[in-house]
C-alpha cells in the first residue's frame, strides 16, 4: 500500500516519472474540465503535492478548484448566507453550542490529512485526502442540509461523488455497509474531553445508500475549501438524511458485512435510527418533524417552511427503500 508524509527527497525514481505523468494528467484535467481517474494515481499526486509543484501546491485544495463541474443540483434553491452556514453548526467535538464550533476549532490541523480504508475491499491502507481528491472530478452541488433540530440550510457544497472515491477500493460482496468515523484527537477537539457523546463519533450507511449518486464527498463550500467548522477537510453530505448522518472531519472508512454502530442511535435508539431519512411523517418521540426553519430565520421572521419527504430529493432515493416500513426504519 502506499507509503505516506514521506519526504520529497525520499521519493524513489520511479515516482519521478510517474510524476510528470501525473502533472501530464492534470493538465490534462484542466482542459477536459475534469475527468476521473483510476486508483494508481493515489500515491503519485501525494507525492506531486509534497514538492509543491505549482499546479498543485502543497496543502491548499484550492488550487484544484480551478475545475470544478458545476452540476445541476439545487440551482432552485436560495442560498444560505455564508456567515450563517459557518457560524450556525452543529460540531460537539468543539462543543455543545452553535457558536461553539467556529469559535473553538481554529486548532484543528488538517493538512497532511489521511483516511484509513480498512475491511471488506481489495484495496484497503492509508491514503492521503489530497491525493484521493485530486484523483476525482470535483464538482460544485447546492444541496440543502436538514437538522434533526428542525432547522435547514442550502450550501454550495465542492467536493466529489462518494460512490466514486468508495468504488476505488473495490469493496468485495460482503460490503453491505460503511463506517465512517471522525478524527479522536481531545488536545484539537476539547469537547471530546467531556462525557456525552461516545467518541470517536461515527455514521454508517448501507452499501448501495453510499453509491447513490446524492452522496457526496465535501472538501469545500462557497467555492473554497471547508472552514474546520464545517467539517474539514472532508465530510460527507447526505442530503436526503437528516443533518446527523453527514459526518465530519473523517479518518477511516471501513467496509463492513453488517450494520454498524453509529453515535446517535447507540446514545438514544428510541430517538435516532440508523436511517435517519428526513421524513415529515415520522415523528421525533420529543417533536414533530413537520416543518422547518429555513435559516437565516428569527424570531421576526421565522422563516418556516413545510419539510420533504427525504427533503425533497424523493424522486433519486425513494427506491432505496422501496417496501420498508419507514415509521419502523426510521
Ligand atoms: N463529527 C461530527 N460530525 C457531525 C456532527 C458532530 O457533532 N460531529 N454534527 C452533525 C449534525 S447534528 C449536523 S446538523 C451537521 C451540521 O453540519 P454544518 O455544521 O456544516 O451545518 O453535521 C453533522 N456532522
Ligand atoms: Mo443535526
Redesign the pocket.
Known sequence: MLILNKKASDCSESEVTDKSIYLNRRQFMKVTGGIALGVGGIGHAAAALQEGNPLSPPSSLKSSFDNIVETSFGKDDKLSPYDV?TSY?????FGYGKSD?KERSSQLKTTPWTITVEGEAAKTGVFDLDGIIKESMLEERIYR?R?VEAWS?VIPWVGVSLATVLKRFEPTSKAKYVYFE?LYDPKQMPGQLGSGLDWP?REGLRIDEAMNPLAFLAVGMYGSILPN???APVRLVLPWKY??K????IVKIRFVETMPETTWSMLAPNEYGFYANVNPNVDHPRWSQQQERRLPGGVLFPNVIETKMFNGYEEEVASLYAGMDLKRFY
Open positions: 452556514a453548526n452543529n460540531f460537539y467535538e464550533p442540509l437538522c440550510m471522525t463519533y467548522q464545517n467539517g443533518g446527523f453527514s459526518i465530519k472531519s
